[in-house]
């Protein structure tokens, strides 16, 4: 059974304060996706990693995949109030197994 | 605005109601997904259908029916639930990739479920 660890699963910082989310597995995935999901609402995708070692970069979020397609690691740059929401990875194909996320409050 | 909806947002229902969840996409996908969410568990997969065909039932209760008449249409029917079925249900689409596998997955609002 594949799974994902998240950590940490709560961070409450800040604005102006830089972070860095992790997810972890020892299975291989083909893809990670990172979701963000505020409450009440469905995660909305944010990026989907495929190449070992690939990063991509969203405005102040950056997003690595790890070389062996294991983990990924989001960092977020000077986090902003609208940056509070939960943070979910997510990996594999025609069934998506989720980590438990990490919940981020940036305050003002 | 993700193309994916979902009614009711909210719903509270005692244990021996029948009450529906109903999810529809206008995305052009032909795959849908039943999700549940609860607090401090990760998402959990309950039913695939891919092409209106049902490809997974993640050992979920009976009292949970899946039913997907159309591609665009996807329901949940629930019945003699139990208060620890109390979650927030999510739908989600996608399309199925050329290898079969699924291609990215895009979610609704959520059904905020209370059992009573």
């Known amino acids: 059974t594949q799974l994902l660890e998240q950590s940490p699963q709560f961070l409450s910082i800040q604005e102006g304060e830089n972070l860095t989310v992790y997810c972890n597995s020892s299975?291989?995935?083909?893809?990670l996706q990172w979701y963000r999901q505020e409450p009440g609402e469905g995660p909305v995708l944010l990026v989907t990693v495929v190449t070992g070692g690939e990063v991509k970069k969203l405005k102040r979020l950056t997003f690595q995949f790890g070389d062996a397609r294991k983990d990924s690691s989001l960092h977020i740059t000077a986090a902003q109030p609208g940056d509070t929401g939960l943070y979910l990875c997510a990996g594999g194909s025609e069934k998506l197994v989720f980590g438990k996320g990490m919940k981020l409050t940036v305050n003002p | 605005e993700t193309g994916v909806t979902q009614t009711p947002r909210h719903l509270v229902m005692g244990m021996t109601n029948k009450k529906s969840l109903k999810c529809e996409q206008h995305l052009g996908h032909n795959a849908m997904y039943w999700y549940k969410q609860s607090a401090k568990k990760p998402l959990e997969l309950m039913f695939v259908?891919?092409?209106?065909?049902?490809?997974e039932n993640n050992s979920v209760p009976s009292r949970f029916s899946p039913e997907c008449p159309n591609s665009s249409h996807l329901f949940l029917h629930l019945h003699t639930l139990q208060p620890e079925d109390s979650a927030l249900y999510l739908c989600?689409?996608?399309?199925?990739?050329?290898?079969?596998?699924?291609?990215?997955?895009?979610f609704g609002p959520g059904t905020r479920l209370l059992v009573l």
């Open positions: 989600a689409s996608s399309r199925l990739g050329t290898s079969g596998g699924s291609e990215t997955q895009y």
């Open positions: 299975s291989v995935f083909s893809s």
């Open positions: 259908y891919n092409f209106k065909e049902q490809t």
